[in-house]
């Protein structure tokens, strides 16, 4: 008798130490940038983790650092930038995102969805700034670039910086052109180079906020992280404007890997990052804009206009990434030959 109730006892003993709940408490491996974006996650966390019984842990890095775990099967949910999503599409890492089970994908606007495997958590955009004392009028296009008024006066980024890249894609097309005809947009880039309006085509963004401080930039191409800057410096002539034919996209992605080990909780959190609680969390802390609809701004957020929204989000101008990288060195030698004559 005593023996079998020691058995039985023995049996329990091993059956609650072998049981899954205990021998594994649920944690979800989520690959975030540091600094501000981390920070900002982990405020929202805990809502998810209090209504899933599932522990974050974050795995802090670089973007390619990203894809390199993922690759290992390292992380179950992957936060990303574009490109570095489209290349584990080639690869065939991550799983196809659920619409049943993640029902915040129903309120993306119709351009933040990149595919059955990637789509849009958050965006900025790039601006078109100018210094409201010295332009006659808001600028609606960025062919005021070009414009003789503004000579020795205009900044945007270095060639190979995707805004430029971008700008150059959308002059081609206006032109006759397209990302696979480049070359009525570098003639265009051409005749920018050779106007004389450049003061620099720069590399170093704190470099571009300077100038404008200084009032030796009048125009120039602008993330909204550094716009907001120049105004929280007390730059009140610095305005912003957002052109009729768009603006120029930076995008945070999301995947989920085909290793994920529970699958269900990480489409939970995709699901739980597209509502609007997490998504006005990053547009107010972070400001980046929402990529669903129905996440509106606080009226009394201080930037709220900085945040690309509604209309504007739906023009957002965004070409081909693969071909950008595929063929930017080209089109810089292409470029290069053009403005050394």
């Known amino acids: 008798m005593n023996r079998t109730i020691s058995a039985l006892l023995l049996a329990g003993t091993l059956g609650a130490l072998t049981s899954p709940a205990l021998a ?13 974006y981390q920070k900002t996650y982990e405020s929202v966390a805990a ?3 209090k209504a899933h019984n599932c522990k974050i842990e974050w795995v802090v890095g670089a973007s390619p650092d990203h894809l390199v775990k993922a690759r290992l099967g390292q992380v179950d949910v992957a936060t990303n930038t574009l490109l570095n999503s489209i290349a584990g599409e080639k690869e065939g890492l991550w799983m196809t995102l659920d619409k049943a089970k993640i029902p915040n994908m129903a309120n993306l606007y119709p ?8 789509v849009f958590v958050n965006v900025g955009d790039y601006v078109l700034a100018y210094n409201s004392d010295k332009a006659k009028t808001a600028p609606t296009s960025w062919d005021e670039l070009w414009k003789p008024d503004y000579k020795n006066h205009v900044v945007i980024y270095g060639f190979e910086h995707i805004p430029t890249l971008s700008l150059t894609v959308q002059q081609a097309e206006r032109n006759g052109g397209g990302i696979d005809t480049i070359q009525p947009g570098l003639d265009r880039m051409a005749a920018l180079i050779k106007s004389g309006n450049l003061i620099g085509s720069l590399d170093v963004e704190s470099q571009m906020v300077s100038l404008f401080q200084t009032q030796d930039a009048w125009l120039g191409m602008l993330a909204t992280g550094r716009m907001k800057e120049l105004l929280e410096k007390g730059a009140k002539n610095v305005k912003f404007a957002r052109p009729a034919e768009g603006t120029f996209p930076l995008i945070s992605t999301i995947n989920i890997t085909k290793a994920a080990k529970d699958p269900a909780k990480a489409q939970a959190f995709v699901d739980y990052v597209l509502s609007p609680e997490v998504q006005i969390a990053f547009a107010t802390r972070n400001l980046y804009a929402p990529t669903v609809q129905n996440a509106p701004i606080p009226a009394d957020f201080q930037f709220r206009d900085l945040l690309v929204q509604n209309e504007q989000f739906k023009r957002l101008f965004l070409p081909d990434q693969e071909k950008i990288t595929a063929n930017k060195a080209k089109w810089q030698n292409q470029l290069n030959q053009m403005t050394s004559k």
Do not use: D, I, M
């Open 24 to 36: 594994q408490e649920c944690k979800l491996r989520v690959t975030t940038w540091g600094g501000s």
């Open 47 to 49: 809502g998810f983790e």
């Open 111 to 118: 351009n933040a969805v990149h595919s059955p495997y990637t």
